[in-house]
């Protein structure tokens, strides 16, 4: 196969792919996820790696809807409060790195929300007051690892490697959300532009 029809065969998949995992999206923790971050005082929102870089993107929409949205680790980000939203994703459930976050962020009664490709982990059966679960293979899953493996959860396969299908979806659903967002605030994309930042 040449690297033309290796183009054509791997974009038709990812994009049979992340249809795939938009119609498995659990409608009612969707409408939970929305609601969260309509009646949050301030958000907060985390990922590392890959899933960070979409998160970030995420965190300038809810800018550009007018919510008080803090990227957690930037030094300009205010303390956390009972009435604030932590919004992480953690596409394990569990990642080492969260722990101590959760656990902090747990003690300063703000609500906890996981956008996750694995409800059962532990992070998330322990700390979550709601969850987005987005049936999409994450790194280290050990089910896409081993194809054979029991899992525990239903998700869709890729022929991407890595977490690759996770993180490009957590992209395209947080812009989903967003102008889901949008509506549910009255509010029109000019009203978003005009909270875009206006000194480029």
């Known amino acids: 196969m040449n690297y033309i029809e290796s183009y054509q065969e791997l974009t038709k998949s990812i994009v049979a792919e ?3 995992v938009f119609e498995r999206l659990d409608m009612a923790q969707l409408d939970a996820f929305l609601d969260e971050i309509l009646k949050a005082k301030h958000i907060f929102v985390y990922g590392t790696g890959r899933e960070g870089i ?3 993107g995420f965190a300038m929409r809810l800018a550009h809807l007018g919510k008080a949205a803090y990227w957690l680790m930037d030094d300009t980000t205010i303390g956390m409060h009972e009435g604030d939203l932590f919004l992480l ?4 459930g569990d990642v ?7 656990e902090q962020a747990s003690r300063t009664g703000a609500r906890i929300a996981f956008i996750t490709g694995l409800p059962e982990g532990n992070l998330v059966k322990r700390f979550a007051d709601c969850i987005l679960f987005v049936h999409s293979t ?4 050990a089910g896409h690892a081993e194809p054979d493996a029991p899992r525990q959860h239903d998700v869709v396969e890729t022929v991407q490697p ?6 490009q979806h ?3 659903l947080m812009d989903v959300i967003a102008i889901l967002l949008k509506d549910r605030l009255g509010m029109t994309y000019e009203d978003m532009e005009a909270n875009h930042r206006n000194i480029e």
Do not use: K, P, T
């Open 138 to 141: 994450v790194y280290l899953d």
């Open 18 to 20: 992340h249809a795939a």
């Open 162 to 167: 890595m977490g690759n299908q996770f993180e």
């Open 54 to 56: 979409s998160m970030r």
């Open 89 to 92: 994703c953690d596409g394990r």
């Open 96 to 102: 080492g790195i969260h722990r101590r976050i959760v």
């Open 170 to 172: 957590i992209y395209l």
